[in-house]
């Protein structure tokens, strides 16, 4: 007897897809045991009925395989984000370095300088951008000038009012008045002395410092008396 094609759709008659069921399962747990005994694999299967009973067949454990199942699951849905992380981080790097790139390569063309590979309308760009941008710079120089100057002349206002203030209150203060010099006059003890009557005396001693002079003058008058 030859048998038809199965079609894959669920079956309607609960009969019948209770019995597929029986068979299916025993078939997929013999399956799973010989695949673990011929090939020494680890194995582990959980069937739920449609009435929601359990059948499984493990090699080793079902909870052991399971947690080898999570950590496996886990360590390589780390790895692979390390992957993509770092290929996304090559490939961020490979376009910042081709913008960096292109953007020394434009500064070069606008400082004069690798112009022998520019076209006429490239030239011409680089032209008018630089026009626009020495037009822009030196706007911005006046601008800075007139604020300069405008501060200066505020500073000169007040500078003016702070002078024209203090003159004001020089004039209104009174002059002050200075005392005359006075004057000493010394009067002469002795008027009818002449200055001829006034003897100088001068004397040379011999001794030792710091000995009254008079009493070397005393012994020497003395000495002349005698004599």
């Known amino acids: 007897m030859v048998r ?25 747990l013999k399956k799973a045991f010989e695949l673990s005994v011929l090939c020494d694999a680890e194995v582990a299967l959980v069937v739920f009925s449609p009435r929601g009973k359990l059948y499984e067949f493990a090699s ?104 024209e203030d203090l003159r004001e209150k020089c004039k209104n203060q009174p002059l002050p008045v200075t005392p005359a010099p006075a004057v000493v006059t010394v009067e002469d003890e002795h008027p009818g002395r002449n200055d001829n009557d006034m003897d100088v005396e001068t004397e040379l001693y011999i001794g030792l410092p710091g000995r009254d002079n008079r009493s070397n003058k005393a012994a020497a008058v003395s000495q002349a008396n005698h004599a």
């Open 4 to 28: 038809g094609k199965t079609q894959m759709k669920r079956i309607e008659n609960p009969t019948s897809r209770q019995v597929t069921f029986s068979k299916r399962r025993n078939g997929l």
């Open 60 to 163: 080793a454990s079902v909870p052991k395989t399971i947690e080898r199942y999570k950590t496996y699951t886990k360590d390589n849905a780390s790895s692979k984000t390390v992957q993509q992380d770092t290929e996304q981080v090559k490939a961020d790097v490979e376009d910042l370095a081709k913008k960096l790139e292109a953007l020394e390569a434009c500064k070069r063309k606008y400082l004069g300088e690798k112009l022998e590979e520019c076209s006429i309308e490239e030239l011409h760009g680089l032209e008018v951008k630089l026009e626009r941008s020495l037009h822009s710079i030196r706007g911005r120089k006046t601008q800075l000038l007139e604020q300069q100057v405008n501060k200066l002349r505020e500073k000169e206002m007040t500078l003016r009012k702070n002078n």
